[in-house]
């Protein structure tokens, strides 16, 4: 089945203690990102990748890392978490070899609570 | 920077009648605009989008129409159903030396039975 997961979906930590978010899609997709999601804010995308090797910062990177060293799985690294990381992360992807014109499929989010 | 500016935030409508949400972008590179459809505890999918040389696709009580001159895009419904209660997002593609997504705050419609 065709799809992008997410791990853990659920995690409560402390500040500053690192963590990662795993993400990880099977359709070969060129293209993946992370966003988080906050009340009355939207969805901000935090890093995109548009191909193993390449990212770039999104709207919203202070605080994260993000790495591409397969074309299959792009983690979210949070060095020292804080407590406004406390959020609702989805990673998404989408197959566009060169700009992002194509549908992204979200995964199922990870509920991030940072004390 | 980017901006996506999307209204209303609530939207509530009876079963049957129509709804629309507007969103206004500010980057004129921006070349595509999906709209995204979240349920309650689910994930965010794809409904429709237009591309920038497109003033208007439908697919059957969706349409979008796009208005490149005023960099507005619009999300329109038809015979509105309970199951189309949800929170809806734009979104504005910039290309102009990146790649980003740029997201609308997010519409939640209620449908009324």
């Known amino acids: 089945e065709a799809q992008v997961t997410q791990n853990p979906r659920y995690l409560i930590t402390v500040t500053g203690k690192k963590l990662t978010v795993t993400c990880s899609q099977n359709m070969n997709h060129e293209y993946m990102s992370w966003y988080r999601q906050d009340p009355g804010l939207g969805l901000r995308q935090i890093y995109y990748?548009?191909?193993?090797?390449?990212?770039d910062k999104g709207d919203v990177p202070e605080g994260y890392k993000v790495s591409r060293k397969e074309k299959r799985n792009f983690p979210l690294i949070l060095e020292s978490p804080s407590p406004n990381q406390t959020s609702l992360y989805f990673c998404a992807s989408s197959l566009s070899r060169n700009v992002p014109y194509n549908e992204q499929f979200f995964g199922p989010g990870t509920r991030l609570t940072v004390l | 920077g980017e901006n996506v500016e999307q209204h209303p935030s609530t939207l509530s409508v009876q079963e049957g009648d129509s709804a629309v949400i507007k969103c206004t972008y500010s980057d004129s590179a921006s070349n595509y605009f999906p709209w995204y459809k979240q349920e309650l505890g689910k994930r965010p999918q794809l409904i429709i989008d237009?591309?920038?040389?497109?003033g208007e696709k439908k697919d059957q009580r969706i349409a979008v129409t796009l208005n490149k001159t005023a960099k507005h895009f619009s999300l329109h419904i038809t015979e509105t159903q309970p199951e189309d209660s949800a929170v809806y997002f734009c979104a504005a593609s910039f290309t102009s030396g990146t790649y980003k997504y740029i997201f609308g705050t997010g519409t939640r419609l209620k449908v009324l039975a």
């Open positions: 237009i591309r920038s040389n497109v």
């Open positions: 990748s548009m191909n193993v090797e390449v990212t």
